[in-house]
């Protein structure tokens, strides 16, 4: 009983290892906090995600059902590593990212044959899916400041997600401010507001096209 209760924790060491950036702590932040200086309208907070916001967020996905998700913004990955973790052997996570620094940060960090890192803006979602042969997505996670950007564009990528998503799909979303009067159109759309460890309160939008 001890050899197998020993195993058993073995095997939860190993996964939780297998999903971990291979990078460091220290690199991760430094990064972030360069790329939030030079560019800080295409970051939406000057520190990573909190694991209390990433449990919020990854808390409505239905991982049984998750074979294909989008990340839009994954930065350095705090929440991409969490959606590996947790996704099944046999799904596929396509993250959009136009950082050039982050996307060799991404491609070196994660060497997960589950994971394609995309050099390209999220208003390219549907071709890069299709690019891909992988159709719609089941589940979109948006970490991209909406408010920053030019009205068009936030009302390009709104489309091109609800168009993206596979019946039954949804797109999540945390902002301190998000641009609720575009997504309300497009999306029947849930709002829980909270405070996590961040500089400003977060909102997470849970967003589908039924009955929208």
Known sequence: ??????????????????????????????????????????L???????????????????WG?????VEY????????????????PNARLVVFEMNQDFVRYLRRSFPDPRLDVVHASAENVQAELARLDL?????????IPFTTMPEELRAKIMRESRQALNPGGAVLSTSSRAPFAL??????????????????????????????
Do not use: W
């Not at 059902?65 to 998700?69: E, L």
């Not at 913004?73 to 947790?86: F, K, N, Q, S, Y």
């Open 135 to 143: 159709g719609g997505a089941d589940y979109i996670i948006s970490g």
């Open 73 to 88: 913004g994954p930065g350095v990955g705090t929440i991409t590593a969490h959606i590996l973790r947790r996704m099944g």
């Open 183 to 212: 997504s309300a159109c497009l999306f029947r759309t849930d709002i829980s507001g909270f405070r996590a460890a961040h500089i400003l309160p977060a909102r997470l939008f849970y967003c589908t096209h039924e009955n929208a």
């Open 1 to 42: 009983m001890f050899n197998s209760l020993s195993n058993s924790v073995d095997c939860c060491q190993l996964k939780e290892r297998m999903f971990q950036p291979i990078t460091s702590r220290r690199e991760e932040t430094l990064l972030f906090a360069k790329n939030f200086l030079q560019h800080p309208k295409m």
């Open 44 to 62: 939406g907070s000057l520190i990573p995600s909190s694991r209390f916001l990433v449990d919020r967020l990854l808390g409505k996905i239905d």
């Open 65 to 69: 059902r998750a074979k294909v998700i």
